[in-house]
């Protein structure tokens, strides 16, 4: 499972630290080189922590556009539930002795659950509406009219399209969680060689392995 953003980030953050001072304070450039990581092996965990830094980034972007993108389509769904939901109601009382017509409307049984038959029935109730006025005529009297049909019929095809676009979005932060895990766990096993060593080259020096990010008990 990912960590909790805050979390990434210290450790981000805390690696940065770690990388920097390793190349740049001499003593522990020089004990760690003794142990293999020279120059090049810190660039290779800089390069490591870089790309785990971008994707996570990344990330946090997708995600926040899933997030907004869901924010749209849950708020035109509501809408379009409440009006239907009330609609279907004053619906099954004016057409309770018909029922051709409460067939044609879908107005028998439950209102389906799932999103893709839910949308469907809600699709075909405003649209069998809007082909048959003499059906509005006899709504009237509850209040639903050519103009409130008309703005459901709009509602419909504004929640596919929000739908589309939260489901691109939200496949696309899916991609961006799963590249960011991966970056990670690279950076990781990096970091967890790296801190295992230090701990060996600095034995003698545990004010430079701080300088790691390492709390030494004393």
Do not use: C
């Amino acid at each position: 499972m990912s960590r909790p953003q805050a979390s990434e980030a210290a450790i981000l953050e805390r690696n940065g630290i770690a990388l920097e001072n390793a190349g740049k304070q001499p003593e522990i450039a020089s004990l760690m080189e003794e142990h293999g990581y020279d120059s090049a092996e810190i660039a290779n965990g800089k390069a490591l922590h870089e790309e785990a830094l971008r994707v996570s980034r990344k990330n946090k972007v997708e995600g926040d556009e899933a997030s907004e993108a869901y924010k749209i389509y849950a708020d035109i769904y509501g809408r379009l539930d409440e009006m239907y939901s009330r609609d279907r109601k004053k619906a099954k009382i004016v057409f309770r002795e018909d029922p051709v017509t409460l067939k044609k409307l879908e107005l028998t049984g439950t209102v389906p659950q799932a999103y893709v038959a839910w949308q469907k029935t809600v699709a075909n109730f405003y649209s069998t509406l809007n082909a048959e006025s003499e059906l509005i005529e006899k709504l009237k009297r509850l209040k639903i009219t050519a103009e409130s049909v008309a703005a459901a019929i709009t509602l419909v095809e504004q929640i596919k399209t929000a739908r589309a676009a939260y489901l691109k979005e939200k496949g696309e932060s899916e991609d961006a969680t799963k590249e960011k895990d991966a970056a990670f766990a690279k950076m990781d096993k990096w970091m967890s060689d790296f801190y295992a060593v230090a701990r060996i080259a600095l034995e003698d020096k545990p004010q430079l392995l701080e300088a790691l990010g390492k709390i030494v008990k004393s």
